[in-house]
């Protein structure tokens, strides 16, 4: 399923964020009170391109670990802390041509970018009610569990807490009354980038599906 966002969030969200280097808008998907809830950074090129969560290279990675456990895309519910891909802009030499081209590479969002979308991250949240929230590296993490938290130290770890909710000025973050259960997982890209942290983070979803276990 992909949902369907409110129009006065998506217009606030348009309003705040315009000028900015975003493109395109990737939806969450999948269903309605899932187990899982897996929360990334922001889309990618090929996220953007397809409109699919989590389906380019870190995607298929993800989807790997998924399946480990039990679990697959359509079971599971996939999105992202920011709905549009970051990008900055660059000038390089094309090294046949020798001609001067625009690149436009992915980028991680701004904490700015990252409150922008949190009223629509929290609807999203409260719509979908998952058992578990799987916040995937630093910026999911750290937009849940504020500043000070670390994927290096939280990997794998069964956390029962209030998560950061964007207060009722959308200016800033305070805890919510309820608390949430969290499994907080390396970003598959950690992965593609440092292939020593895959016995680590095989581990973790070992973990995870322990956790499932017990809760279902
Ligand atoms: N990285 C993310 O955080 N989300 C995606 O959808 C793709 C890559």
Known sequence: MIIEYPPALLDEVRTRTAGRQLAGFTPG?????????LVGEAPGRHEEKVNIPFSGASGQELIKF???????????????????????????????????VEKTPNRTPTKKEVLAFAPLFDWELATIRPKIIVPLGNTALQRLLGPHANIGKLHGQRLEQPIQQVTPDHQGYQWSSKKYILVPMYHPAAVLYARRLMPVVQDDWKKLGQVIKKIR
Not at 29 to 37: E, F, R, S, V
Not at 70 to 80: D, L, V, W
Not at 93 to 98: A, F, L, Q, S, V
């Open 29 to 37: 998907q999948g269903p309605l009170n899932p187990d899982l809830m």
């Open 66 to 100: 998924l399946n480990s456990i039990g679990y697959s895309r359509e079971n599971t519910y996939i999105t992202s802390v920011v709905r549009q891909r970051p990008y900055s802009v660059k000038r390089v030499r094309d090294k046949k041509t020798g001609k001067l």
